[in-house]
């Protein structure tokens, strides 16, 4: 019983494992969804707040300190913010006692104020009961929520599911254990019967007993018991009745297992086969007995195709087992096939004579099956049939020695499809899977018969062209783009075009190792996409745009590890008034950023490389959060100065930001935590990236210029319609390209594009800002034009921002530690 409690514990675990796992899954979506829709609910209720409590600020009658306070009467309001149009604090309401470190965070909600139709601002009582100026006007209320609540619902929302779960596993178990214990009887009514026969009662029969193998092995067991019965009745000794027990169990034990087994006698005929035997040669026991072995048991060699006779004479003959480890393959009756593995052996009687022999075999087409279909796949893509990249890399391997010993030339082709990604956004990966099947049928029957084609991961190929030089090579590969260029791929009523960015690369003596090849190949590759995809770059020792790719990717490294290491620094140069009858005005500073690496490094030599890998939003996260924090520290200093004006200072944004919704939100929260006056920051966006991005860049400077912070355009008259776009974007300065000034004095172009800027800027009501203003000479120049301020080496030098916000460098060190990881 042991045993069978043991075998209902095993099909218990394999029927209970995928339950679990299925409701562990259920329950965690469910978790998800609710979690998803708190969330929703939430802040849809911070929202309404927010409006309400704008639409009680917008009646003339409501009085800004006493909404806030009453609004604080919601538990779940923690803090009311009320501001005037210029960002200044007209009320903050907050609960009598302060937060403590184990409190629930909160969440900020905004909305703006719109004042009642009609309404006028009411009066102000004095202490002395006379009516005074009207107070602030409120512009814009913020309501902070506790995030206790929706904590606390879903914890509960997490119990219900996992209760759920709990419940639903423990029915599926009761379902489990109710269904083996009804499947397991009928073997614990076989055990049963075999205990008693053992203990002697020969009368035991098994009984309702269903078919297959348990039918078989419960009639065994009666015919078992009857030979026992007859036995006995007969008055035979115990010894006989124990023979013949043995020899009845060895009959059952030979008609139970899953392996086939024919013996023979000494002259290699058929004298017993057992039911699997049977099954797999298509001979009954009853027709085979009497038959030469080499008649039933047929067999082939499963490389050969051959027949071959079965080599049973060496267990009869010579005594020895024969084991075969090769396969082969057993010719059934019906001329069907299986794969076997097979062995033989002598049976002696207990003189060591050889009585016969028997021959065990059991059918391993399935795992053969199994085993080759694993050694395809390991060599190649499943999808498409190709060769893998291990494969590719194994041939490549051996064209690389064949050019090293034998002096051939070769050629490698990599190939990575463009607009592969459009297929399987806008249909889905069945859809891009199938176009892959389909247009590896294509370039097929491009390749020579000689040649390789892989596939080397989603949407790339590799093609070696064997005994090929690279002229011809490109042919090839001219013909490979074409054939995809006039591929059309027909999903749902739609039709897609691809087109790929091959990168060719000569295989010869000198080509290196493995890893120098594929190199080559993956940067050829990359420079014809960015060259404009679509086309063929064939790689040169000497080429320059390998060069510069390279560079570029080293610089990238540099400054992902700038970014780990806090390897950034920021500098702060004046922005001068150049005009003088200029009032007199707080100082100006543009805050530039350098890379420490061993020296200083310049944004001109790193930027077009973080511009080109995206990591320009990373790098205006650490700028901005570094300023603030830097400029928070100097401003709440400066209030103590008495008779100075804190300076404004102007942080350069890149193109890439300008379409990042998320950096926005990223700089208005920080605005608002380092309480910095708005209107002392400026931020700059270059004419170009202004002009690409339109529409975003004109909501991003809208968003901040109406909470009081100023906008530059920068390398004004770079572009190519910079008058045109000037009149749709909202800055307030426009700072002129170094191009322009550089020149200025000698180039009467240059002069002439200075003055016109500066007209148009003063008419529209902008400031003119010079740039690489470097000597005394353009200083005039600009001075007699009218432009504003001036910015370069010949009026202030870059310095740290440290020393020019008049900061502890130690100050610094600490807002760089802690800036990459809140800019994350």
């Not at 205990?195 to 035991?204: D, K, L, P, Q």
């Not at 099956?369 to 990249?389: C, E, I, K, Y």
């Not at 009032?583 to 511009?611: S, T």
């Not at 740290?800 to 994350?824: C, D, G, I, K, Y």
Request: net charge negative.
């Amino acid at each position: 019983m042991t045993g069978n409690a043991s075998l209902a514990a095993r099909m218990g675990a394999l029927i209970l494992v995928p339950i679990a796992a299925v409701l562990v899954a259920l329950v965690a979506l469910g978790t998800a969804w609710q979690f998803t829709s708190l969330e929703d609910s939430f802040v849809m209720r911070g929202e309404l707040i927010a409006r309400q409590l704008a639409t009680t600020l917008g009646q003339a009658s409501a009085i800004p300190e006493r909404v806030a306070r009453e609004a604080l009467r919601e538990s779940s309001i923690a803090r009311v913010v009320v501001q005037d149009s210029q960002g200044r604090l007209i009320a903050d309401a907050k609960p009598g006692a302060l937060a403590g470190p184990g409190d629930a965070p909160v969440r900020a909600f905004r909305s703006t104020v719109s004042p009642a139709v009609g309404s006028v601002p009411v009066p102000v009582s004095s202490p002395g009961g006379r009516d005074q100026v009207a107070g602030p006007i409120p512009a814009a209320v913020t309501a902070y929520l506790s995030e206790s609540t929706l904590r606390a619902e879903r914890s509960r929302a997490l119990l219900i599911a996992v209760l759920a779960g709990l419940i639903g596993f423990a029915v599926a178990g009761v379902a489990v254990a109710i269904a083996l214990r009804r499947w397991c009887q009928p073997v614990n009514s076989l055990v049963h019967t075999l205990g008693r026969i053992n203990a002697g009662a020969s009368e035991a029969r098994a009984t309702n007993t269903p078919g297959g193998e348990l039918g078989m092995l419960a009639a065994g067991i009666n015919t078992l018991a009857e030979a026992l019965g007859a036995a006995r009745r007969h008055g035979s000794k115990p010894m006989h009745d124990a023979l013949i027990l043995e020899n009845v169990r060895a009959q059952v034990t030979l008609e139970s297992i899953g392996d086939g087994v024919i013996s023979t006698d000494s002259r290699g005929r058929v004298v017993y086969m057992n039911p699997v035997a049977e099954q797999y040669t298509g001979w009954a026991s009853s027709e085979a007995t009497g038959q030469p072995l080499t008649e039933v048991f047929r067999i082939f060699d499963e490389t050969t195709q051959r027949a071959e006779e079965y080599p049973l004479g060496q267990a009869l003959k010579h005594g020895r087992v024969v084991r075969h480890d090769a396969h082969h393959l057993l010719l059934r009756r019906d001329s069907s096939r299986l794969e076997i593995q097979d062995s033989a052996a002598p049976i002696r009687d207990r003189g060591g004579l050889i009585m016969g022999a028997v021959v065990v075999f059991r059918d391993v087409t399935e795992m053969q099956h199994m085993a080759r279909r694993m050694a395809f796949l390991a060599s190649h893509d499943p999808l498409t049939g190709l060769l893998n990249r291990r494969e590719f890399e194994n041939r490549l391997n051996q064209a690389l020695e064949s050019a090293r010993d034998e002096g051939t030339m070769h050629a490698v082709c990599y190939l990575d499809l463009d607009e592969f990604k459009i297929v399987n956004d806008t249909s889905g990966h069945i859809a891009g899977d199938e176009l892959l099947k389909q247009l590896v049928h294509h370039l097929a029957r491009e390749v020579r018969s000689g040649d390789v084609l892989a596939r080397l991961g989603g949407d790339e190929f590799g093609v070696i062209f064997e005994n090929c030089g690279i002229d011809k090579a490109k042919r090839l590969a001219e013909m490979l783009l074409q054939t995809i260029k006039d591929f059309r791929f027909v999903w749902q009523n739609r039709t897609y075009e691809i087109g790929a960015s091959i990168g060719l690369v000569p295989v010869t003596a000198d080509s290196g190792a493995l890893t120098d090849v594929l190199s080559a190949a993956d940067s050829a590759c990359y420079v014809a996409k960015d060259h404009g995809r679509n086309r063929i770059h064939v790689y040169q020792v000497d080429d320059v745009a390998l060069t510069q790719r390279h560079g570029q990717m080293q610089w990238v490294h540099r400054l992902r590890r700038g970014l780990d290491n806090n390897s950034f620094d920021l500098h702060a140069q004046a922005i001068v008034p150049l005009r003088r009858d200029a009032p007199a005005e707080a100082p100006f500073y543009e805050v530039l950023m350098r890379v420490r690496d061993g020296d200083l490094v310049m944004p001109a030599v790193f930027i077009p490389a973080a511009e080109r890998y995206h990591l320009m939003p990373e790098i205006d996260r650490w700028v901005i959060y570094s300023t603030f924090q830097m400029l928070s520290r100097y401003y709440e200093r400066a209030s103590r100065w008495a008779g100075t004006q804190p300076a404004r200072f102007s942080i350069n944004l890149s193109g890439q930001s300008l379409g990042d919704e998320r950096l926005l939100e990223f700089i208005v929260s920080h605005l608002v935590r380092s309480r910095i006056e708005p209107a002392n920051i400026c931020f700059e966006i270059t004419e170009t990236a202004a002009i690409s991005n339109l529409t975003r860049a004109h909501h991003f400077i809208a968003r901040l210029k109406k909470m009081g912070c100023r906008f530059a355009l920068d390398d004004f008259g770079s572009g190519l319609s910079s008058f045109g776009y000037l009149k749709n974007l909202p800055v307030d300065y426009v700072k002129i390209a170094g191009d322009f000034i550089t020149d200025m004095v000698e180039d009467a172009v240059d002069y002439a594009m200075v003055d016109a800027i500066a007209q148009i800027g003063h008419v529209m009501g902008l400031a003119t800002v010079a740039e690489s203003v470097e000597s005394d000479a353009v200083i005039a120049r600009l001075r007699q034009v009218g432009v504003d301020y001036g910015q370069g080496l010949g009026l202030d030098r870059p310095k740290p921002l440290f020393e020019v916000l008049a900061l502890n460098e130690n100050e610094w060190h600490e807002v760089r530690t802690q800036a990459r990881e809140a800019s994350l």
